[in-house]
T-cell receptor, first 115, second 111 residues
Framework: GAVVSQHPSWVICKSGTSVKIECRSL??????MFWYRQFPKQSLMLMAT?????????EQGVEKDKFLINHASLTLSTLTVTSAHPEDSSFYIC???????????FGSGTQLSVL | GQQLNQSPQSMFIQEGEDVSMNCTSS?????WLWYKQDPGEGPVLLIA?????ELTSNGRLTAQFGITRKDSFLNISASIPSDVGIYFC???????????FGPGTSLSVIP
């Protein structure tokens, strides 16, 4: 299957700092990138959908000013958690999709711990 | 909103046994996807289904797109320890809808 590279794998930061997570599609062009959040023993919760060159569409309850998403190219999307707080600690996963209704290919996830 | 249900929620089986899990929805879906997630990793795509009645295999895994388009099942034959993980079904109703995920089935294999 197609490969999505996500890094960092884990990050520990102080409360109030910002953290950037990168996702790159290595062998396909990801027209759409999705960002998910996952709490322990729970399913994936979609946070936002971004199409290359457009503003991201955020799910209800997700603060767009707190979770900044950039999808400037067909192979790179970033999620920046601004002014992180302990309640933002979670596992964040990206996925890329080449075309609508096509399979999603996931990155390996980023475990964020905010102290 | 749209919701997928998966059953069982968790299962403990002996190595070598066959496993069956399913995913249901109250709405019609036109795509079903099955993923496996290991702890601390992102989900890995196992099987994708695009047509009602479609039966697709990937090694020891077999998945079917239900005729009613409201369900799908995943079978694993002759389970091995590395099958341990959480299995998610996912689907989309139309070509323009986002993919939603079920709550997952946790599989434990006892050697």
């Amino acid at each position: 299957g197609a490969v999505v590279s996500q890094h960092p794998s884990w990050v520990i930061c102080k409360s109030g700092t910002s953290v950037k997570i990168e996702c790159r599609s290595l062998d396909f062009q990801a027209t759409t990138m999705f960002w998910y959040r996952q709490f322990p023993k729970q399913s994936l919760m979609l946070m936002a959908t971004s199409n290359e060159g457009s503003k991201a569409t955020y799910e209800q309850g997700v603060e767009k000013d707190k979770f900044l998403i950039n999808h400037a190219s067909l192979t790179l999307s970033t999620l920046t958690v601004t002014s992180a707080h302990p309640e933002d600690s979670s596992f964040y996963i990206c996925s890329g999709q080449a075309f609508t209704n096509e399979k999603l290919f996931f990155g390996s996830g980023t475990q964020l711990s905010v102290l | 909103g749209q919701q997928l249900n998966q059953s069982p929620q968790s299962m403990f089986i002996q190595e070598g046994e066959d496993v069956s899990m399913n995913c249901t929805s109250s709405s019609i879906f036109n795509t079903w996807l099955w993923y496996k997630q290991d702890p601390g990793e992102g989900p890995v795509l196992l099987i994708a289904l695009y047509k009602a009645g479609e039966l697709t295999s990937n090694g020891r895994l077999t998945a079917q797109f239900g005729i009613t388009r409201k369900d799908s099942f995943l079978n694993i034959s002759a389970s091995i320890p590395s099958d341990v993980g959480i299995y998610f079904c996912a689907g989309s109703k139309t070509s323009y809808d986002k993919v939603i995920f079920g709550p997952g089935t946790s599989l434990s294999v006892i050697p």
